[in-house]
């Protein structure tokens, strides 16, 4: 909602440096709640519209571990079709699950690192979990841009060889509390700067068990 | 069982004190039971209501957790994640299943109904409890009581479904009817009921009572909530209070009355068996110890009654030695006091102390026990010339003469019933005898055993003795009557010295007469002088020294209409028994002081001797009535001389003593009459303020039979005469007897060899024609 307000100001203070260039465009942005808190784990897509050039085809390879009963990192992007890793590290097994719409799979208990990767060929938001451990979960937002960044803890994040051209702006948090509306930018080779709103709660690590917990 | 009346104020005072004091404790008991009870009623339903609460919230945490652990489960979270509407049911009703909830609910983020084990088709349909998702929404879960649209009430419990994020809502509802209520009812011990409060009033939801006792339960008069009240259902008494469950719900908490009471009435009632077998055993107890106390005393009444009759001789209860036990000891030393003491008085009473001989008040009593037909005389012995030999010999001579003679009277070989001394040398018999022989037998062993001289002090003495005898019921019905018949036997044996003599040859009138003879003398004391039946015979008495006459002895006379003169031994002897003495002597008193006072104004220089008898001499007027006579008639009291016999002395000898001394004081003569029959010895008469003595007419008689009477009666005219008597000789009937007398000093005669008595107009006459012969 604010986003909605606020990007077409912003967007008419970046139109002027906007300028086309082959080297590629960078855009910052900086998440932050209504309150001016920086939201770290917020991701930023940006789809290029009609007019900007073909996307790169770009497949990296995804890995979201586990150590310490933990899943790292909390929140992936991914492009679709993208393979993702879930090798274990920890002593005890796991048993990775997602009943999500776009993907749904089930890694039942293993050690070390499952023979096949997970492959997320549609986009959309995945939820993972592991069934022995409630408290683990992990976030994936499979999209179809190839443009894409998460914040960091200061809120930040940076989209670098960007085409010049225009983009839908895309922000998503899983504990948002309203998907925000996409916004249009324009971008040039000079490198834009972006203050976006997204309203979502912080992460709250949530307790493990207490024998998880005993250091033994 | 009678009880007494100590006996029954012991047992009162005891019984009464107890049912008093168990009272107040039984009082006391069931106040504080019931204040105890009241407070733990309280108490019990507080606690209850706080284990209902307990039990409540813990219910909720299990229903919780077991839908948590359900929530969780993979593959119920797989299934719901697969949003096939078949797929679901059957999983939720599966699942509900495991944990007994009976009905089972998913509901999307969004609060819309995904799938519900009630419902074939659910997808779509709004969540029927949207506040308990608003609920859930900020703490993660949520559960309360719900009443579903059958009007079935539920314990509803809302949890998430983890995927990992919340991805659906199930809500799982466990029915709350009379089953939950009454296991709830079964661990708090309380009624419980679930009712809504809504705007109709209140409605029963759930209830752990029975059809029966839930008729009689009546939501209106619930106590506000935190209060408690009691309410009545059924039979029993109900303390109830309410605790708000959720929203209109409530659950009312009812703790039965009886449940608490129940120790307190069973206290109470083994209170009472105790305190009835208390008083029972106390009842018992002091009936026992009542009787303890009471049993001797009555037992000791009892012996006190039978001492009181007379009887010694039984023995007195056997006590303890306590009190009673001590009581009944000085009880018994009483008794032996008063048997002793009785004894001694029976023996004063009945027994001659002399000889040791029952005395006269026996002999009569012994008499009159006799059956009455049975035979039987009484025979009265006198020892003869007794009282001479007393006053020759001293009184203590004559006294143990008299025990001699007891001595062997008593020893008999026919032993008579019984043998008693009546007074002096005067003894009696009782004889079994019927005929006159027999008693003649008797008589005459009687007088062989005092034939035989008797030895006292080396003084040989020799006695003899005079017995008359009266046959019953000849001469008298009674031992008064044939004892005074038997006297007369006697002194008619005596006089005619045949030393026995029989009562019917003594001329007595047979008692009828004799019981005229009383109306006939009080008639003639009626009639008095004008009548002229009583009159008095003056007989003469004779100076010896001088010659002259100048007394005479006033005697009695008595012309009875009809039968001419009556004897003086006829009718005197009767009216001194029958006491009509006294009402004749005054009378004699009086004509012979008023005689004395016409000689005295005739110019005659004459005393006169008037009798007295014992009755006479007894009667306190005597000295005062004597006294005015003869101021009245104005007579010197010198001229007046009363004759007394020894026996009238000897009755009452204090008494007598203290009116002949008023007498004497008068200045009246006193003269000792038949001196000689009695035992009175000249010592004892000494002391009397005596005059005169008068010789038995016995011993004047006796004179010439041999000289020791003779000598007799000289040693007592000389004894008299050193004491300062005169001595009169009375029955002088020969010149030989008048002559000896005058020969021996003695002072007076009279007697028909001097003069029959003859009337007082006649004396006169005789005086003059007597003084005529001696001057010639």
Same mark, same amino acid.
């Given at each position: ?9 912003? !967007? ?36 290029? !519209? ?59 208990? *293993? ?19 592991? $069934? ?6 992990? *976030? ?20 670098? /060889? ?32 972006? $203050? ?19 250091? *033994? | ?41 309280? /108490? ?166 029975d059809a029966r006792q839930r008729a009689a339960l009546s939501l209106g008069g619930l106590p506000a909530a935190g209060r408690q009240a009691l309410l009545e259902a059924g039979d029993e008494t109900w303390r109830t209070m309410r605790l708000p469950l959720d929203g209109a719900m409530q659950a009312v908490l009812q703790l039965p ?292 006459? /100048? ?59 008037? $009798? ?9 007027? !005597? ?37 002949? /001394? ?10 000792i009459d038949d001196y000689g029959v009695g035992q009175a010895s000249l010592a004892y008469l000494k002391s009397l303020p005596v005059n005169e003595l008068k010789l038995d007419r016995s011993f004047i008689t006796a004179i010439a039979d041999s000289p020791r009477n003779a000598a007799i009666v000289k040693s007592t005219i000389m004894l008299s005469h050193a004491l300062g008597l005169s001595v009169v000789a009375e029955g002088i009937e020969t010149a030989e007897e008048l002559d000896w007398l005058r020969a021996n000093g003695c002072d007076v005669g009279q007697g028909y060899r001097i003069s029959k008595p003859i009337m007082a107009a006649e004396l006169a ?12």
């Open positions: 909602m604010f986003l909605r307000a606020s990007l077409p100001a912003l !967007l008419a203070v970046l139109g002027l440096p906007l300028a086309s260039g082959a080297a590629g465009a960078i855009l910052d942005a900086r998440v932050a709640t209504p309150a001016g808190k920086p939201v770290p784990d917020a991701v930023v897509v940006l789809e290029p !519209l009609a007019g900007t050039g073909p996307a790169a085809k770009n497949r990296p390879h995804a890995v979201i571990e586990q150590r310490g009963a933990e899943f790292s990192p909390w929140v992936t992007v991914v492009q679709a079709g993208t393979a993702v890793d879930f090798p274990n590290n920890d002593t005890v097994r796991h048993h990775v699950y997602s009943f999500s719409q776009p993907k749904r799979f089930e890694i039942k208990l *293993y050690a070390g690192k499952p023979g096949q990767p997970i492959t997320f060929d549609k986009p959309g938001e995945v939820a993972i979990g592991c $069934n022995i451990h409630d408290w683990m979960e992990a *976030y994936v937002l499979v999209v179809e841009s190839p443009y894409f960044g998460k914040t960091g803890p200061d809120g930040q994040v940076r989209i670098a /060889n960007l085409p010049a051209g225009r983009y839908r702006l895309q922000l998503w948090h899983p504990l948002q509390k309203a998907q925000a509306a996409a916004g249009e930018i324009e971008l040039a080779a000079a490198p834009a700067k972006l $203050n976006l709103v997204l309203d979502a709660r912080a992460r709250e690590p949530r307790p493990h068990t207490a024998a998880d917990q005993d250091s *033994y | 069982m009678g009880l007494t009346s100590l006996q029954r104020r012991i047992v009162l005072v005891f019984v009464g004190l107890l049912v008093l004091v168990m009272g107040l404790v039984l009082t006391l008991v069931r106040e504080s039971s019931a204040r105890i009870v009241g407070s733990e009623g309280s /108490n019990g339903l507080v606690v209850g209501a706080k284990v209902f609460q307990r039990l409540l919230d813990q219910n909720q945490r299990q229903l919780e957790t077991a839908a948590s652990v359900l929530s969780a489960d993979f593959a119920f979270r797989e299934a719901i994640a697969t949003q096939d509407q078949p797929t679901m049911r059957s999983v939720i009703r599966n699942h509900g299943q495991r944990i007994h909830a009976q009905v089972m609910m998913v509901a999307d983020t969004d609060g819309a109904l995904i799938a519900s084990s009630q419902r074939e088709t659910a997808a779509g349909a709004a969540f029927p409890f949207p506040d308990l998702l608003l609920e859930a929404e900020s703490s993660g879960r949520s559960a309360g009581f719900r009443q579903m649209r059958n009007g079935q009430l539920y314990q509803v419990v809302l949890v998430p479904i983890m995927a990992p994020r919340r991805i659906a809502w199930v809500a799982m509802a466990f029915r709350v009817d009379d089953g939950w209520a009454r296991d709830m009812a079964e661990v708090t011990g309380l009624a419980v009921h679930v009712v809504r409060f809504g705007a109709r009033g209140p409605v029963l939801l759930a209830s752990s009572f009355v009886s449940t608490v009471e129940a120790p307190f009435s069973q206290l109470l009632q083994r209170l009472l068996w105790v305190v009835g077998i208390a008083i029972l055993v106390f009842a018992l107890g002091s009936i026992t110890l009542a009787r303890r106390i009471v049993k001797p005393l009555e037992e000791l009444s009892e012996a006190a009654h039978r001492i009181a009759q007379g009887d010694y001789g039984q023995a007195l209860p056997a006590l303890p030695q306590d009190e009673i036990g001590r009581l009944a000891t000085s009880f018994a030393h009483m008794r032996d006091g008063i048997a002793s003491r009785e004894e001694r008085i029976v023996r004063l009473a009945y027994v001659d102390g002399l000889t040791d001989l029952p005395n006269r008040t026996r002999f009569l009593e012994t008499f009159a026990r006799l059956p009455a037909g049975a035979s039987r005389a009484v025979a009265v012995l006198n020892i003869d010339r007794f009282a001479m030999i007393n006053n020759a010999l001293g009184y203590q001579v004559g006294d143990r003469l008299l025990r001699e003679v007891g001595e062997r009277i008593s020893t008999l070989e026919r032993a008579p019933l019984m043998v008693a001394r009546l007074w002096g040398d005067h003894f009696a018999f009782l004889l079994e005898i019927e005929t006159e022989d027999c008693a003649r037998g008797f008589a005459g062993a009687v007088l062989q055993q005092l034939h035989d001289p008797i030895t006292l002090d080396g003084q040989r003495l020799d006695i003899g003795g005079s017995i008359g005898i009266a046959l019953y019921p000849q001469d008298g019905l009674d031992a008064g009557t044939l004892l005074r018949r038997a006297e007369l036997a006697l002194a008619a044996a005596k006089r005619r010295r045949s030393g026995l003599a029989f009562a019917h040859e003594a001329g007595a009138e047979p008692a009828p007469e004799q019981l005229s003879l009383i109306g006939d003398m009080r008639a003639a004391m009626a009639n008095g002088a004008h009548g002229g039946e009583f009159m008095l015979a003056y007989q003469p008495k004779l100076d010896l020294k001088s010659g002259r006459v /100048n007394a005479a002895e006033a005697l009695l006379r008595w012309r009875r209409p009809g039968s001419g003169m009556v004897p003086p031994g006829s009718f005197i002897p009767f009216a001194e028994q029958t006491g009509f003495i006294r009402e004749i002597t005054p009378w004699v008193l009086d004509a012979a002081i008023r005689q004395l006072a016409q000689w005295q104004a005739q110019g005659l220089d004459i005393a006169v001797s008037a $009798n007295l008898s014992t009755l006479d001499l007894l009667d306190p007027e !005597l000295p005062r009535r004597v006294k005015a006579l003869l101021e009245f008639h104005r007579v010197p009291p010198a001229r007046l001389c009363l004759e007394i016999t020894e026996s009238a002395l000897m009755d009452e000898p204090a008494l007598a003593l203290s009116h002949l /001394n008023a007498l004497a004081a008068l200045g009246v003569k006193l003269s006459d005789w005086l003059a024609c007597n003084d005529a012969i001696r001057s010639e």
